[in-house]
C-alpha cells in the first residue's frame, strides 16, 4: 500500500453540493470519463480536469500565440493565454454569482482556445484555405483533438481523459451542433454520446459569456493603446462612450492610461452584473429545475439583456473596422497567413520535411491522413515558432 493509500483526506467529489443551485452540474452526478478511472481524494472531477488543462503543453504555448498582436510586437498586450485567463476570472465570478460550479466554468474557460493556430484568425483562416480539399480548419475541432487525441502525457490513454460535462462544454459552449459536425467531434462522438443536439450546462454557457466579455474589455484596451483608434473615435459607441465621459468629468486631469483603465474596469462590471441579471431572470422564467431542463430548452439560458444588444452590435462592427481591419494588424496576419500556408504546402509534398516522430505518423505526400498529421502540427506551433521554422526552411543562411 502506498503513502497516499494510507493518508486519509475529506472527501472534496461533491463541489460543496449544498451550495450549488440544483440546476448546476453537481461532480457526484457526474457521467464519468472515457477511459474510467479511481476518484481523487483531494480534488472533485472538475478541479482535475481544471489542473490537467493547466499542466498541458498545449496551454503553455498560449503564452506566444496571437490573440490580435503577433508575440513579439509588446509584452504588455494580450496572448491567448492572458486572454483564458481573464475568461476563467470572469467565468468564475459569474458561477459564483448564480451558484453554478465554479471549477467547471473555470476549466471550460481555460480550454477554449486551445486548438486555435498562431496569427490570430489570420492563422485558422490560412489553415482552413489549405485544408479545404480535405474538410476545413475548424478551431473548436481541433481544440478536441488537442483533448483527447493530441496531448501525450499519461500511460494509459492519449488525451486529458476529461469528465463529460468538461467535454460537452467544449464542443457545445456555443450552443447544439446539428448538421455539418466537425470530423473529430463526430467520429468521437459515435463512442461516446455527448448529445450534441442539446444545449450545454449553464456552465458552459456562461464561460461563453465570459469570454464575449473579456475579448469586448482587452481589445478596447490594447487597442487604444496601441494607437490604432482613439479616446474621441470611442466615445462614439453607445455605453462604453458614455462611461469615457462621465470618467472624464470625475477625473479631469487623469492622465490617460489610468483613464483607459478605470474606463474598461468598468465596462467589465456593467457587463458582468447584465449577464448576472439577465441568465438569473431566464433562470427564474423557464422555471428549470436540473441540469436536463437546461439542456432540452429550446433557447439558451444565459445571455445579455436586449439592453445591451445595441452596444454589442456597434462595438463588434467598430472593432473589426478600426482594429481588426487596421493595415497594421492586417500586414502582420498576411505575413502570418503566408507563413502557415507555406509550410503546409511544404510538409504536404515533402512530409520527410517534418520533423522525425512527426513525419512517422504520415501516410505518403498529399495524402489525406498526412494533410491531417500536417494541420496538427502546424495549428500546435507558437507564432515565434512558426516564424522560426519558416526561417530554418527558407532563409539559406538560417543556423538550422
Known sequence: MTLLAKMEFPSLTSDHDTILAPYAIHAIQSRGRNYPETPCPLRSHYQRDRERIIHSVAFRRLKHKTQVFVSHEG????????????????????ARLLKLNEDLAEALALAHDLGHSPFGHAGEAALHEVYAPFGGFNHNDQTFRVLTMLEKRYAEFDGLNLSWETLEGVVKHNG?????????????????DLALHTFPS???????????????????????????????????????????????????????????????RQLSQILIRDAYTETRQRLTKSGVRNIDDIRNLDHPIAGFSNHLGDFEVKIRKFMHESMYNHYKVLRR?????????????????????????WYHKTKGPKEPETARIVVDYIAGM???????????IYNLYHPS
Open 333 to 357: 496576419w498576411v505575413k502570418g497567413k503566408e507563413i502557415l500556408q507555406d509550410l503546409f504546402k511544404l510538409f504536404l509534398e515533402q512530409p520527410k520535411c517534418l520533423p522525425t516522430e
Open 382 to 392: 507558437t507564432d515565434r515558432y512558426a516564424i522560426e521554422e519558416h526561417q530554418r
Open 75 to 94: 509584452d504588455h498586450y494580450r496572448t491567448r493565454l492572458t486572454h483564458s485567463l481573464e475568461v476563467a476570472q470572469n467565468a468564475r465570478t459569474l
Open 176 to 192: 447544439p451542433i446539428i448538421g455539418n459536425i466537425p470530423k473529430t467531434i463526430e467520429q468521437y462522438n459515435k463512442n461516446y
Open 202 to 264: 449553464a456552465e458552459a454557457q456562461i464561460a461563453a459569456l465570459a469570454d464575449d466579455i473579456a475579448y469586448h474589455c482587452h481589445d478596447i484596451d490594447d487597442g487604444l493603446k496601441a494607437g490604432l483608434f482613439s479616446i474621441a473615435d470611442i466615445k462614439e459607441i453607445p455605453l462604453i462612450g458614455d462611461i469615457f465621459k462621465e470618467k472624464e468629468h470625475k477625473y479631469p486631469n487623469l492622465d490617460t492610461s489610468r483613464l483607459i483603465y478605470e474606463c474598461v
